[in-house]
């Protein structure tokens, strides 16, 4: 028989927004917070850069403004970036106030007063980018567990694996999870639902993203009715580690904001070809330069060369880096690091307001599962740590100003699983999951043709049939639900890069190379979409 939970609020994820959320919320609300995982496993927990924020007296809200907006190549919501930008000086001291230690400049004077360390990354036109060394996200993401876990009102379940929400008269009252530990799904209610599930880059073969990164949130959202937007805009972060033995290590950006210098293997440097602005210039060109360079060349990767920096800056700002880069053969102090583009951040999502609500009354959305209109077409270094803390604040807000106001959830009926059997054909599982994500990275990548599009689309419909045949005759596991969710976002992901007719921002085509004179967004409204729209 299906257990059954009952809460206030149930937030699924445990990143920075999921946490940050869960921690907001009044200590009399009940909270259950759901990961698929162990704890510190999410995206958060490996961001190594840090958070962009407003800090410095030289630097001013409008220039951080300006500056997304530029990255944002025409896509960005005004409202949303000045909202964003506005909250960051106080989301950096309510985490400096739960204990996150930020790393402080060197040459202070010994007045006891504290300015941090800022470094300047790609896109921006200050140094405002707050850090701890190069382990930012594990640092934020250490402390915000502590603190969760140390608070009454929060019930942390892990292992959990969400299948779908419950809609009942009109609202979300809940979810159906899986406990990946029983084999068994539950049944979680609930006055309010936050999915803070984050992006879907595992839908490529080459990611600097965890497993969990399976688009669970969005798919979800869109088959409860809630509407998607752009997600033809999928960031590919210029610099993952090439190695054979490496998976998915991410090489932080501030390396290139301290210095760092792409170099061909030949040894010359090539971005200034591309753009003035150098190894500083926005993600989506340092990743197109080195994508065009790799093929031109046929070369496998190319190189990020800091070792003109002392090693005990190295030592001091990249201890990360360093000692990960050192376990495979590579001291960064005296050669350069093999790097290529990787699937890193999913720029769209669930569409929602600056108060995280999505079209269906009682479920919000949070962090990279969400679509604020801060990204637009090329989400800006370090901007993404900062939209989880700012927008899980006001959907806090406001899900505790109306908490009293929903009524408890009614009845839902317990999953049914009595027609399914265990399957014996797992391998159709991992076959699938790995055309998936071939076909998505061939055909769906840095750089795009109609013709590639087209046949992305006709793949993935087949692996969806396939799917939901399967789905329907076997008990769910956490592979076959990760893959369910992410053929869904990849059909979301090809049907909007097939409408946007132009090349702008992450989305590069060789049918379209110019921009529209308009910037729209692509917007997706499924067929049981809800009446009421938040956005």
Same mark, same amino acid.
């Given at each position: 028989?299906?257990?059954?939970?009952?809460?206030? &609020?149930? $937030?699924?994820?445990?990143?920075?927004?999921?946490?940050?959320?869960?921690?907001?919320?009044?200590?009399?609300?009940?909270?259950?917070?759901?990961?698929?995982?162990?704890?510190?496993?999410?995206?958060?927990?490996?961001?190594?850069?840090?958070?962009?924020?407003?800090?410095?007296?030289?630097?001013?809200?409008?220039?951080?403004?300006?500056?997304?907006?530029?990255?944002?190549?025409?896509?960005?919501?005004?409202?949303?970036?000045?909202?964003? $930008?506005?909250?960051?000086?106080?989301?950096?001291?309510?985490?400096?106030?739960?204990? &996150?230690?930020?790393?402080?400049?060197?040459?202070?004077?010994?007045?006891?007063?504290?300015?941090?360390?800022?470094?300047?990354?790609?896109?921006?036109?200050?140094?405002?980018?707050?850090?701890?060394?190069?382990?930012?996200?594990?640092?934020?993401?250490?402390?915000?567990?502590?603190?969760?876990?140390?608070?009454?009102?929060?019930?942390?379940?892990?292992?959990?694996?969400?299948?779908?929400?419950?809609?009942?008269?009109?609202?979300?009252?809940?979810?159906?999870?899986?406990?990946?530990?029983?084999?068994?799904?539950?049944?979680?209610?609930?006055?309010?639902?936050?999915?803070?599930?984050?992006?879907?880059?595992?839908?490529?073969?080459?990611?600097?993203?965890?497993?969990?990164?399976?688009?669970?949130?969005?798919?979800?959202?869109?088959?409860?009715?809630?509407?998607?937007?752009?997600?033809?805009?999928?960031?590919?972060?210029?610099?993952?580690?090439?190695?054979?033995?490496?998976?998915?290590?991410?090489?932080?950006?501030?390396?290139?904001?301290?210095?760092?210098?792409?170099?061909?293997?030949?040894?010359?440097?090539?971005?200034?070809?591309?753009?003035?602005?150098?190894?500083?210039?926005?993600?989506?060109?340092?990743?197109?330069?080195?994508?065009?360079?790799?093929?031109?060349?046929?070369?496998?990767?190319?190189?990020?060369?800091?070792?003109?920096?002392?090693?005990?800056?190295?030592?001091?700002?990249?201890?990360? &880096?360093?000692?990960?880069?050192?376990?495979?053969?590579?001291?960064?102090?005296?050669?350069?690091?093999? $790097?290529?583009?990787?699937?890193?951040?999913?720029?769209?999502?669930?569409?929602?307001?600056?108060?995280?609500?999505?079209?269906?009354?009682?479920?919000?959305? $949070?962090?990279?599962?969400?679509?604020?209109?801060?990204?637009?077409?090329?989400?800006?270094?370090?901007?993404?740590?900062?939209?989880?803390?700012?927008?899980?604040?006001?959907?806090?807000?406001?899900?505790?100003?109306?908490?009293?106001?929903?009524?408890?959830?009614?009845?839902?009926?317990?999953?049914?699983?009595?027609?399914?059997?265990?399957?014996?054909?797992?391998?159709?599982?991992?076959?699938?999951?790995?055309?998936?994500?071939?076909?998505?990275?061939?055909?769906?990548?840095?750089?795009?043709?109609?013709?590639?599009?087209?046949?992305?689309?006709?793949?993935?419909?087949?692996?969806?049939?396939?799917?939901?045949?399967?789905?329907?005759?076997?008990? &769910?596991?956490?592979?076959?639900?990760?893959?369910?969710?992410?053929?869904?976002?990849?059909?979301?992901?090809?049907?909007?890069?097939?409408?946007?007719?132009?090349?702008?921002?992450?989305?590069?085509?060789?049918?379209?190379?110019?921009?529209?004179?308009?910037?729209?967004?692509?917007?997706?409204?499924?067929?049981?979409?809800?009446?009421?729209?938040?956005?």
């Amino acid at each position: 028989m299906t257990n059954g939970y009952t809460h206030d &609020v149930l $937030v699924i994820g445990s990143g920075a927004a999921g946490l940050s959320l869960a921690l907001h919320l009044p200590p009399d609300c009940r909270v259950a917070l759901l990961t698929k995982g162990e704890l510190n496993q999410g995206s958060t927990y490996y961001a190594q850069g840090g958070m962009a924020a407003v800090l410095h007296d030289r630097d001013t809200v409008d220039s951080h403004v300006e500056d997304t907006l530029a990255a944002g190549a025409g896509l960005c919501k005004r409202e949303a970036v000045e909202f964003t $930008v506005r909250n960051s000086r106080r989301c950096v001291e309510w985490l400096v106030s739960q204990g &996150v230690d930020f790393d402080l400049r060197e040459d202070q004077p010994g007045s006891g007063d504290r300015e941090f360390h800022l470094t300047r990354e790609g896109g921006h036109s200050h140094r405002r980018i707050i850090h701890a060394a190069d382990r930012t996200g594990s640092a934020i993401s250490e402390v915000l567990t502590e603190r969760a876990l140390a608070a009454p009102n929060i019930e942390i379940f892990t292992h959990r694996t969400a299948v779908d929400l419950v809609v009942k008269q009109g609202r979300c009252q809940g979810a159906y999870i899986l406990n990946q530990q029983t084999g068994h799904v539950e049944l979680f209610q609930s006055r309010a639902v936050v999915l803070a599930t984050g992006g879907a880059s595992k839908a490529y073969l080459y990611t600097s993203n965890p497993d969990g990164a399976s688009g669970d949130g969005i798919a979800m959202a869109w088959r409860a009715g809630c509407r998607v937007a752009n997600l033809e805009f999928n960031q590919f972060h210029p610099t993952c580690l090439y190695h054979p033995r490496a998976k998915s290590f991410l090489i932080t950006e501030a390396i290139r904001g301290e210095g760092g210098r792409l170099l061909l293997p030949d040894g010359e440097r090539f971005m200034t070809r591309f753009d003035d602005r150098g190894e500083l210039a926005s993600r989506d060109v340092v990743a197109r330069a080195i994508d065009h360079e790799m093929k031109r060349l046929g070369a496998d990767c190319v190189f990020l060369d800091i070792s003109h920096q002392p090693r005990s800056f190295l030592e001091s700002h990249f201890p990360t &880096v360093m000692s990960r880069c050192l376990e495979f053969g590579i001291d960064i102090s005296a050669e350069p690091i093999p $790097v290529v583009p990787a699937a890193h951040y999913t720029c769209g999502g669930i569409l929602v307001d600056t108060d995280s609500r999505t079209d269906l009354h009682g479920l919000y959305a $949070v962090g990279e599962a969400s679509c604020t209109g801060l990204h637009g077409a090329n989400r800006m270094a370090s901007n993404s740590l900062l939209e989880c803390l700012v927008f899980a604040e006001s959907a806090a807000k406001h899900i505790t100003a109306g908490l009293s106001k929903l009524a408890a959830p009614h009845d839902a009926p317990p999953w049914d699983e009595s027609q399914v059997t265990d399957s014996d054909e797992d391998v159709i599982i991992s076959h699938n999951w790995d055309e998936l994500r071939r076909f998505m990275w061939d055909y769906v990548g840095i750089v795009r043709t109609n013709k590639r599009l087209q046949r992305a689309q006709h793949r993935v419909q087949l692996l969806q049939a396939e799917i939901a045949e399967y789905y329907g005759n076997y008990k &769910v596991s956490n592979d076959l639900l990760e893959l369910r969710n992410l053929a869904m976002v990849a059909e979301l992901m090809i049907r909007c890069a097939i409408s946007r007719r132009e090349s702008r921002g992450l989305h590069y085509t060789l049918d379209y190379p110019d921009l529209l004179p308009e910037a729209e967004d692509t917007v997706l409204r499924p067929d049981n979409a809800p009446r009421r729209v938040a956005a």
